[in-house]
């Protein structure tokens, strides 16, 4: 049963703009955190953005003033606008969703209980 489903990822120049969405069947009324983290080629997993149950938000200190993480409760719908995208930023992007809020350890992969299948981002120099 798929419970995140994500679209947008594909291959940009450096300085370009993606938004990556992330349809959220897991939360049915905005409750829980919903994160993005992402895979370089050869690298582990690692937080880039989090949205909590209650209106706040991290992000990873490489995408901070970049990268805006933003939830649409009535669309069930997480997006990550990235902008100024640089070669490093190259990998396969993930929505990951936890049953409830927490603050500390958000960007964690440890902490979230279900994945999407993931979508790829490649930025060129």
């Known amino acids: 049963q798929v419970r995140l489903m994500e679209s947008g990822g594909g291959s940009v120049q450096a300085g370009g703009s993606l938004r990556l969405s992330c349809v959220n069947f897991?939360?049915?009324?905005?409750?829980?955190?919903v994160a993005w983290f992402r895979q370089p080629p050869g690298k582990g997993r690692e937080g880039v953005a989090v949205?909590?149950?209650?209106?706040?938000?991290r992000y990873a200190d490489s995408v901070k003033g970049r990268f805006t993480i933003s939830r649409d409760n009535a669309e069930n719908t997480v997006y990550l606008q990235m902008n100024s995208l640089k070669p490093e930023d190259t990998a396969v992007y993930y929505c990951?969703?936890?049953?409830?809020?927490?603050?500390?350890?958000?960007?964690?992969?440890?902490?979230?209980?279900?994945w999407g299948q993931g979508t790829q981002v490649t930025v060129s120099s």
């Open positions: 949205v909590l149950g209650f209106p706040s938000t």
């Open positions: 897991v939360h049915t009324s905005g409750t829980g955190n």
């Open positions: 990951a969703a936890a049953t409830h809020s927490f603050y500390s350890e958000a960007l964690s992969p440890n902490l979230y209980d279900y």
